[in-house]
């Protein structure tokens, strides 16, 4: 267990509107990544943190923003949300105690209509 | 910049059979490679990972990997499967353990009785 949970679950929501979801861990651990998973592309990073205040662009950034204001938390913003971010969204942390392996947590569902 | 394919999007053997995922990628120094599980509605675990020495890395639940770099190959395998197997395999490369993972898009194994 990596200590990795993600909120919400699962989520419908409006064209237009905004959402935020939430990952959450409970091991410190510096660097926090947000993925999508779509159908046929596997996982793609969308952002990724390596400490507060710090975030960097991933391959799909477009639409996106996060925030990390504390260590255990790492929020993904969809400023106004499209049916093209109809996804699973993956919350991961990297774990410096396993060889800098990177754990994955339950995934949130998003269906935008 | 590096890529990841999996050749196979659905794999079906029976049980009791081997298996064999295929893996290959593109990456222009030494990758760290993984292979992950997902079942369904839920998140990736870890089954194995590569970083150097050994070329043939064992993981959880039985399965190992062999690290081919004249083939830019890491092909996942298993001597004999079980109906508990089924579920989506995605390999991933990165430069490090860690930042910018790249997936695959994975491939789905059913297991026939």
């Known amino acids: 267990d990596a200590g990795i949970t993600q909120s919400p679950r699962h989520k419908v929501t409006e064209t237009g509107t905004p959402v935020t979801l939430r990952c959450h861990q409970t091991?410190?651990?510096?660097?926090m990544y947000w993925y999508r998973q779509d159908p046929g592309h596997g996982l793609r990073l969308i952002h990724y943190s390596y400490g507060v205040k710090d975030t960097d662009k991933g391959e799909v950034s477009d639409g996106y923003s996060v925030s990390r204001s504390k260590t255990e938390d790492f929020l993904l913003t969809l400023e106004s949300a499209t049916s093209s971010q109809t996804s699973v969204y993956f919350c991961a942390i990297r774990d410096p105690n396993s060889g800098n392996t990177i754990y994955f947590g339950e995934g949130s569902w998003l269906t935008v209509v | 910049a590096q890529s990841v394919t999996q050749p196979d999007i659905h794999i079906t053997v029976s049980e009791g059979a081997s298996l064999e995922l295929r893996c290959n990628y593109s990456y222009g120094a030494t990758p760290y490679l993984f292979w992950y599980v997902q079942s369904p509605g839920q998140g990736l675990q870890l089954l194995l990972k590569y970083f150097s020495g050994d070329t043939l890395v064992q993981g959880i639940k039985g399965f190992e990997a062999e690290f081919k770099r004249s083939q830019s190959s890491f092909n996942l395998r298993k001597p004999s499967v079980h109906w508990s197997d089924a579920a989506e395999y995605f390999c991933?490369?990165?430069?490090?353990?860690?930042?910018?993972?790249?997936f695959g898009g994975g491939t789905r194994l059913m297991v026939k009785p």
């Open positions: 091991e410190n651990h510096r660097y």
């Open positions: 991933a490369v990165g430069p490090n353990a860690g930042n910018m993972l790249t």
